[in-house]
């Protein structure tokens, strides 16, 4: 009788501690669109934008994951060939108690993170 409620409070312990573990992971959504496919690129000759461009463009892929910076959706989108990559960041944490974006002490955070990966015409 001991050893079997040994045995429960160790398997309820491992199933903790695997929930804990896999609401810490970042999640990760790429979409690719097209069916032709360009050489990858250095990432430091991908563009990094925060509006889209004036300039006419084919979005190659989309993607969004929680927990990774706008340098690694450069990279990622530099793997596929793309001239630049739009990148919006979306969410955040915030005190009830500060109001106004832009003036909030958290303003700097996010929680996810999207990017379009784009070629020019």
């Known amino acids: 009788m001991k050893t079997m409620r040994i045995r429960f409070f160790a398997a309820m312990g ?3 501690c695997a929930l804990l573990i896999a609401g810490c992971a970042t999640d990760v959504a790429n979409r690719y669109y097209g069916s032709e496919h360009y050489a ?5 000759e991908v563009e990094l934008l925060w509006q889209r461009p004036n300039r006419e ?3 190659i892929a989309d993607f969004q994951s929680r927990g990774e910076s ?4 450069r990279k990622r989108a530099a793997r596929i060939g793309a001239d630049a990559v739009i990148v919006a ?4 944490y915030y005190y009830t108690e500060e109001e106004w974006a832009g003036r909030d002490s958290k303003g700097n955070t996010y ?3 999207t ?3 784009i070629k020019y015409k």
Do not use: H, Q, S, W
Not at 40 to 44: E, F, Q, S, V
Not at 70 to 73: D, L, N, R, V
């Open 14 to 16: 491992l199933v903790v």
């Open 40 to 44: 990858p690129r250095d990432p430091k």
């Open 57 to 59: 463009f084919v979005v």
């Open 70 to 73: 706008p340098e690694a959706i």
């Open 89 to 92: 960041i979306l969410g955040g």
């Open 111 to 113: 929680t996810r993170i």
């Open 115 to 117: 990017g379009t990966a």
